[in-house]
């Protein structure tokens, strides 16, 4: 057999490892992952692990539950606020992450290189110009490398600079964030607090007034039917008593969702009756209204939280500006590195090597211009939307105080129906015991005593709306600690000492931050 016929065990073994990679491609491959939908025993499991997260750490409400505490418990337990306080938690941390950008590059190197064949390199001669005929092994077929590299870069440090002061910004972004989305919860709860109180003082005024109701329309088609009053009269009687029928069921379908409300903004079991305490307070409206209204601009002005996050945006584009115009500098890059090679054929396997490198970019002659541009047009529009936000909070400012005087207004005149339908009410309940005035003027009074007391309530919820409307865009914030460290009763306190000292907050300025 000739040497061309015999097999090549170098060619044989490359096929074998070529075989074993086309293999282990096609394997992975067959592995990809798949659409994998979730399954009920799974979710269950979930849900169960959910709903103790839900509950953890809640504490269970032992007293009647006043607007104070209801406010406290929203604070600390709400779920949607939790959510925003880990917003603001993770922005923070983005700021520590991005302060490590400015910090020099030292990176830690091993790995190991392999060969089939021989790295073989052949000499030609200076003088004739032919090669060789001796052939000179160069390098080992596998080797170790290692090293530890230490690189610093003006530019990085710049970049990383600004970015970090961006992230800094987009902290205090999510902190008013954060602000805002309290302003909303403590207006929901107050609003939620209200009906459900309304639906605890009403709802045995609406029974008694339903199951008299009824009974006098069973008696009326009672005397229908025994022909007792002429059938006009009696259907017109009976019309009369299902309208007040019909306001009453009205009155219990508006209040009937009040306790879920409140429930699940303090976070509270869905199914339990809460038992609410109706507290005095303090008139905050008529403080607020006192305030002169040039108090009220500057403190807007100072202490708005979306405006001031469009000062903070407005900042962030002016940082943008400088880390465009630091892109297009030139850049300045140390290196110093310690290297190790285990190759046989090396003299020297260890050395340590240096070098200071000068780059620069020259197509940024060409799209430097345009990246300015492009950055100060983000800096003209967040000036825009900064004057834009300056004047449509101010206008909220004044809407908002007209809305509470309104408010306030229609709270003193639905008090006051209320009051004269609960004499009136107290008079025709005296004259049917006196048998002078019929059923049906006793039912449509109690009817309307109800309603008028429901619309009091109503008002005065809206009232609080109004007060918590104008209070969140002056920026008047409850002064209370970490919510997570704090008791329920501590943080109630503080909401309490809030209210008691709104009176003197309304007469200065709040403090610029």
Not at 98 to 125: C, K, Q
Not at 399 to 415: G, I, K, P, V
Not at 479 to 495: H, N
Request: glycine share 4%; charged share 25%; net charge neutral.
């Amino acid at each position: 057999m000739s040497p061309r016929a015999l097999p090549n065990p170098t060619r044989s073994a490359s096929w074998g490892r070529w075989a074993v990679v086309s293999a282990a491609i096609a394997l992975a491959g067959c592995a990809a992952p798949r659409p994998a939908p979730l399954t009920t025993a799974g979710m269950d499991v979930t849900t169960l692990v959910d709903a103790q997260r839900m509950r953890q750490g809640v504490e269970p409400i032992q007293a009647p539950l006043g607007l104070e505490e209801a406010m406290a418990r929203a604070l600390k337990y709400n779920l949607d606020r939790r959510g925003r306080m880990m917003e603001e938690a993770i922005a923070l941390r983005q700021f520590d992450a991005a302060a490590f950008e400015m910090l020099p590059r030292v990176m830690a190197e091993a790995g190991y290189n392999w060969r089939d064949r021989d790295r073989i390199t052949l000499s030609r001669s200076t003088e004739t110009g032919e090669l060789s005929s001796s052939r000179f092994v160069s390098q080992d077929r596998g080797h170790t490398l290692s090293g530890l590299e230490f690189t610093w870069s003006l530019l990085d440090l710049t970049l990383g600079y600004y970015g970090a002061r961006q992230q800094a910004d987009r902290a205090l972004i999510a902190t008013e964030r954060r602000r805002k989305a309290m302003h909303q919860l403590l207006q929901e709860v107050r609003t939620a607090y209200f009906r459900a109180l309304a639906a605890q003082k009403l709802r045995e005024e609406v029974i008694q007034t339903v199951r008299m109701a009824e009974e006098a329309l069973r008696d009326a088609r009672s005397a229908e039917a025994l022909r007792v009053r002429s059938p006009l009269d009696a259907l017109r009687y009976q019309r009369q008593v299902l309208e007040n029928l019909r306001l009453l069921e009205a009155i219990g379908h508006e209040l009937s969702s009040a306790q879920v409300e409140l429930a699940q903004l303090i976070n509270a079991p869905l199914g339990q009756t809460l038992v609410l305490a109706d507290q005095d307070r303090p008139d905050v409206a008529q403080m607020l209204l006192q305030m002169p209204i040039t108090r009220m601009e500057d403190a807007v002005l100072a202490n708005n939280p979306d405006l001031r996050e469009a000062h903070y945006n407005s900042r962030l584009a002016r940082e943008e500006v400088r880390r465009t115009m630091a892109r297009l500098f030139p850049n300045v890059s140390l290196n110093l590195g310690v290297e190790y090679d285990s190759d046989s054929y090396q003299v020297n396997r260890h050395w340590q090597d240096a070098g200071l490198q000068l780059s620069f970019n020259l197509l940024n002659l060409l799209s430097g211009p345009a990246q300015m541009q492009l950055a100060e047009a983000g800096v003209a529009l967040a000036d825009q939307r900064r004057i834009a936000m300056q004047l449509a909070v101010l206008a909220q400012m004044h809407l908002a105080r007209l809305a509470l005087e309104n408010a306030r207004d229609q709270f003193a005149r639905a008090d006051a129906i209320w009051d004269v339908d609960r004499k009136i009410t107290a008079m025709v309940r005296h004259r049917e015991t006196a048998q002078t005035q019929g059923r049906l003027d006793t039912i449509s009074s109690a009817t309307g005593a109800t309603l008028s007391r429901l619309r009091r309530y109503q008002a005065l919820g809206q009232m609080q709306a109004a007060e918590n409307r104008l209070t969140a865009t002056l920026g008047f914030d409850p002064r209370i600690g970490r919510t997570d460290a704090l008791s329920v009763q501590q943080i109630t306190e503080q909401i309490r000492q809030q209210f008691d000292a709104m009176a003197q907050l309304v007469q200065t300025l709040p403090e610029k931050r």
